[in-house]
């Protein structure tokens, strides 16, 4: 990233316009690399290869729609090398933005379908060419595509073309499975409908479960407490505030066929629920907290702060 604030100055006439390519030099005006502007945003470069990057592989200088080719693959060839998609899972992270380096573009796989959530401006411009890639994969059918309409206003992208170009998803409801437990995810919740960055967490949360007991704050659809259980503990509550979500979280709970009396889902605000917990003394084994995203911007970031350590204060 070239934040805004370390641009000394733009050479050339006329000046670059948002999602054009352009060069990235220091100040003695030695090059450092390429990337795509954005004439609002704090990311005033997204750098997408560097200067000695371009010159030892020049077949993707310059040129987006090649770069997302390479990089779209090279990300498909990463999970294949660690086993994804397997028997057990159908349901992973494809492309990880800056993990993948493609800031601001998340691929997340379920079954046959791809949701795309764009967070960047760019993003918008090449969404032809991202779809295109996707759809090389053998396993995809359909694509579904997620524009984060706040984080992309940020981005100065003009919301009234974007509403245009919006597609409803081909389906609502999905079924995956994940290290061998199933799920029903709605393409219609939270980022892409599952949060698939945490496959690995959910997993480890199974090996350290058994015999415990669990509380897992802010659920949403139960990813942990449905581990947590298959792992072997005693007893688990899961709480979350989203209604929709616990549904989701008590529909997977019997598509596992696990056992109801050991696993239960509340709807209270988790800062209240820990509250009262803590007044009626309360205790478990294992507490999993694992909040949504409090502070999206900056200017709600001090605000926010407060709310992440009260949170970790009750725990």
């Known amino acids: 990233m070239v934040y805004s604030g370390a641009v000394d100055r733009i050479i050339g006439r006329p000046p670059p316009k948002t999602g054009d390519v352009v060069l990235v030099a220091d100040g003695s005006e030695k090059p450092i690399g390429w990337g795509l502007y954005n004439s609002v945003s704090m990311f005033c470069v997204r750098l997408m290869q560097l200067e000695n990057e371009a010159a030892r592989d020049p077949y993707c200088a310059l040129n987006m729609e090649k770069l997302l080719e390479t990089r779209i693959n090279v990300a498909t060839e990463l999970r294949k090398n660690l086993g994804l998609p397997s028997v057990e899972t159908n349901a992973y992270r494809l492309v990880n933005s800056e ?89 219609e919740g939270q980022k892409t409908g599952f949060y698939a960055d945490q496959r690995e967490n959910r997993h480890y949360i199974s090996n350290i479960s058994n015999g415990k007991t669990v509380l897992d704050i802010c659920c949403y659809s139960g990813g942990f407490s449905l581990n947590a259980i298959q792992g072997g503990a005693l007893n688990v509550i899961g709480v979350d505030t989203s209604l929709p979500a616990l549904e989701l979280a008590k529909e997977n709970v019997l598509l596992n066929n696990l056992d109801p009396h050991r696993l239960s889902f509340l709807r209270q605000d988790a800062t209240e629920f820990m509250k009262e917990a803590l007044s009626r003394n309360e205790l478990w084994d294992l507490v999993i907290l694992d909040p949504p995203k409090l502070a999206p911007r900056r200017k709600v970031l001090v605000l926010k702060k407060l709310t992440y350590s009260k949170g970790n204060l009750l725990v």
């Open 99 to 187: 993990g993948d380096r493609l800031s601001g573009l998340i691929v997340d796989i379920f079954g046959d379908i791809a949701v795309v959530a764009s967070s960047a401006a760019w993003v918008e411009k090449y969404k032809s060419d991202i779809e295109s890639c996707v759809n090389r994969i053998p396993e995809i059918n359909h694509i579904n595509w997620r524009s984060s309409v706040e984080l992309l206003k940020e981005e100065g992208l003009d919301l009234s073309s974007l509403e245009e170009t919006q597609s409803p998803p081909s389906k609502q409801l999905v079924q995956v499975m994940e290290n061998g437990i199933k799920y029903v995810v709605s393409l």
